[in-house]
């Protein structure tokens, strides 16, 4: 059974600049969640998705979007990166009439300067 | 609104008992759960517990749970090095809806 991948590791990227990560789910999960965590803090909730359509959203601007696959794969798109966007976005994978929680990647480091 | 609250530093010797503890708002939360992340690493689920359970132990971590006074606390026995991380309090309605967060407690462990 294989975790949850995240691609790229780290990233380093220019102020209005847009970025594109990764994630590849758990085996056998179909929900796929994205969190930011800001140096110093807490993850914070971005967006989930579920059957390729946005299942949640938290305080994040619409230019956080995302995508699920029909193999329950996910990306993040960032567009116009601000400075404040350097943080580890961290994806999550569950299943989704499960209680037992969800698995988290080792997360992606973006940078913006 | 939901909030959870840590405190952000903990320092024990090796062999000692550790307790984080952790505060939540949101009464209707039904899940909560510690997560660890040791650096530059994602997060790990260490253990989960439902609100209408009091405590719940795994190895050398014990759960406490007051409903009343919305209090989570982490106990780890035996503390080693290799706890040294940061420990996430989180906090969902279900098992599937977005996780709340707290700040994080950095644990040290004095050899």
């Known amino acids: 059974e294989t975790g949850v991948t995240q691609s790229p590791t780290h990233l380093i990227k220019t102020r209005g600049q847009q970025v594109t990560l990764r994630c590849s789910s758990q085996?056998?999960?179909?929900?796929v969640s994205w969190y930011q965590q800001a140096l110093g803090q807490g993850p914070q909730f971005i967006f989930q998705?579920?059957?390729?359509?946005?299942?949640g959203r938290g305080n994040f601007p619409p230019r956080f979007s995302g995508l699920q696959f029909p193999n329950y794969s996910s990306e993040l798109n960032v567009n116009a990166l601000e400075l404040d966007d350097s943080a580890l976005y961290l994806c999550?994978?569950?299943?989704?009439?499960?209680?037992?929680?969800?698995?988290f990647g080792s997360g992606t480091r973006l940078t913006v300067v | 609104g939901e909030d959870v609250e840590q405190s952000l530093f903990l320092s024990v010797r090796e062999g000692d008992s550790s307790v984080i503890n952790c505060t939540y708002t949101?009464?209707?939360?039904?899940?909560l759960y510690w997560y660890k992340q040791e650096p530059g690493a994602g997060l790990q689920l260490l253990t989960y517990?439902?609100?209408?359970?009091d405590m719940k132990q795994d190895q050398r971590l014990t759960v406490l749970l007051n409903k009343k006074d919305k209090h989570l606390s982490l106990r780890i026995a035996d503390t080693q090095t290799g706890d040294s991380a940061i420990y996430f309090c989180?906090?969902?309605?279900?098992?599937?809806?977005?996780?709340?967060f707290g700040k994080g407690t950095r644990l040290s462990v004095i050899a």
């Open positions: 989180a906090e969902s309605f279900s098992g599937n809806t977005p996780l709340v």
């Open positions: 999550a994978s569950s299943f989704r009439d499960s209680n037992y929680g969800y698995t």
């Open positions: 998705y579920y059957r390729e359509e946005e299942n």
């Open positions: 085996s056998g999960h179909n929900t």
């Open positions: 517990i439902f609100s209408n359970m």
């Open positions: 949101d009464s209707s939360s039904t899940y």
